[in-house]
């Protein structure tokens, strides 16, 4: 399945990334294709692009912050979870997809 | 209920996430400008640190760093709004946080509104700009909305509402503020304790952040105890588990003992996140301890008189710390029994052999 996700914390430095990582790991062993843009306090990287998110299944949100550009999401199936959902139980996750 | 209590939060982190930045460049160049006098002896009747003496290059970096402290409230109210309506909120948040800011003499006392006051000017912005956006307008009209009226028409009663509200508001900071200062033996011990556990239990998440931007924010009003005791805190979560690997290697694994090394080094910079790895894997042994510690670490900042002028905590704020002695006890006690809790919970909770519990 291909999956869209953005992941940002408050402070920016290292839950936004951690979170990342988890989800991009958990995807790849689940079998699924994902990007993950991440809002941390350098401003958004690895941003998503109009064609993926369009044809992308779903878009992860593990966000403990209002996130930039909420707009581009609003036609697509979201899944919203904390920050802290995407480090400590990743794959719940998914399952809930 | 819960939903929107879970929204408002996530409007009021935004804020924070935007304004953390601005706190910690005026309070780094603050503080070090303060240290500069104050090594340097340019120091007032009152034996203080004087910047008005310090050479122009050190005058110019403490302004430019109380230019940054002037903008938290309207960074801080002007996020909070944009978290919560866009782009829009930006105008009445902003000039609703400028207006917090503004000082008010109280008795005897200047303050000001400062963070209370634009928490709750953040948000109401943020509402009216809301309920600016349903109205419902003929089409022609709709390019105007953004520009011209829903800037006016929420400046404009959010600018009324926190003039009225900057007084009041002020009188409460002033009297959080006495509440603090006066804060002895008992009640003073509570709060540090509550403080270190906060900082501790999800190491650096929104716990951690609240406890931290409390501390932030009393060193805006000059109360620099309430940092100084998280300050503490904040480097023994990975300092005090770095150390654990370091007296008792056999009882953690080679991954674990590398990762302890990293944690020593964040601890080092005041990066709580660095104990993330360890609690990971194993929270329910690991927070309580990381929490033990830390709240040692904090109790003893708070009651040995520890303040801290920088919103930043571990060993590299030594500098900027009233108490470097006692901050520096803080932080060895923390660290220990962070490392000696985890290391003595796991000997009872692993088998491991005699010899190997002997090292600890």
């Known amino acids: 399945m291909k999956i869209v996700a953005v992941t940002a914390c408050p402070t920016g430095i290292a839950h936004t990334y951690m979170a990342a990582e988890q989800l991009e790991k958990t995807a790849k062993k689940l079998g699924h294709s994902i990007k993950v843009e991440t809002q941390g306090a350098m401003g958004i990287e690895n941003k998503l692009t109009e064609s993926e998110i369009n044809s992308a299944a779903v878009a992860i949100l593990a966000v403990d912050i209002a996130i930039e550009e909420p707009e581009r999401f609003d036609h697509i199936r979201k899944i919203k979870v904390p920050v802290q959902a995407a480090m400590k139980n990743p794959e719940a996750i998914f399952t809930g997809i | 209920m819960k939903e929107m209590l879970q929204k408002h939060k ?5 804020g924070v996430s935007h304004v953390i930045p601005f706190i910690a460049c005026g309070g780094i160049l603050i503080a070090a400008s303060l240290a500069y006098a104050f090594h340097f002896h340019y120091v007032n009747a009152h034996g203080g ?6 050479p122009p290059f050190v005058q110019d970096l403490a302004l430019i760093g109380g230019k940054a402290f002037e903008l938290f409230p309207a960074v801080l109210a002007g996020f909070i709004a944009y ?5 829009p909120g930006l105008v009445p948040g902003f000039i609703g946080g400028l207006i917090a800011g503004m000082p008010q003499v109280v008795g005897d006392k200047n303050a ?9 000017i953040g948000l109401i912005a943020g509402h009216i700009v809301n309920l600016l956006k349903k109205l419902p307008v003929p089409k022609f009209f709709k390019p105007v909305m953004p520009i011209i009226i829903i800037p006016i028409f929420s400046a404009v009663p959010v600018g009324l509402l926190m003039l009225a509200l900057d007084m009041p508001i002020a009188k409460i900071m002033v009297g959080m503020g006495h509440v603090l ?39 805006d009003q000059h109360n620099y105890a309430i940092m100084g005791a998280c300050a503490a805190a904040i480097c023994t979560p990975p300092l005090g588990l770095g150390l654990a ?3 008792s290697r056999k009882r953690w694994t080679e991954e674990q003992r590398e990762s302890g090394l990293a944690a020593l080094g964040m601890g080092l910079i005041g990066i709580t996140e660095g104990a993330i790895p360890f609690a990971a894997g194993d929270p329910f042994r690991v927070i309580p301890c990381i929490m033990f510690g830390s709240m040692v670490a904090s109790t003893i900042a708070m009651v040995g008189g520890v303040g801290d002028h920088a919103p930043h905590g571990g060993p590299i704020v030594l500098p900027v710390v009233d108490g470097r002695i006692m901050y520096v006890v803080a932080i060895v006690a923390g660290a220990f029994t962070t490392a000696l809790a985890i290391n003595s919970v796991k000997k009872f909770t692993e088998k491991t052999s005699h010899l190997e519990g002997a090292k600890s």
């Open chain 2, 245 to 247: 690997t370091v007296l």
């Open chain 2, 181 to 219: 200062e006066n804060l002895q033996g008992g009640s003073q011990i509570l709060l540090a304790m509550i403080l270190g556990a906060m900082i501790a239990f999800d190491m650096g998440g929104p716990i951690n952040k609240a406890a931290f931007f409390f501390g932030a924010a009393m060193i």
């Open chain 2, 49 to 54: 640190p004087d910047i008005s003496q310090c």
């Open chain 2, 112 to 120: 000001s509104a400062g963070f209370l006051g634009a928490l709750v």
């Open chain 2, 10 to 14: 996530q409007y009021l982190l935004t």
């Open chain 2, 83 to 87: 978290g919560m309506a866009g782009k």
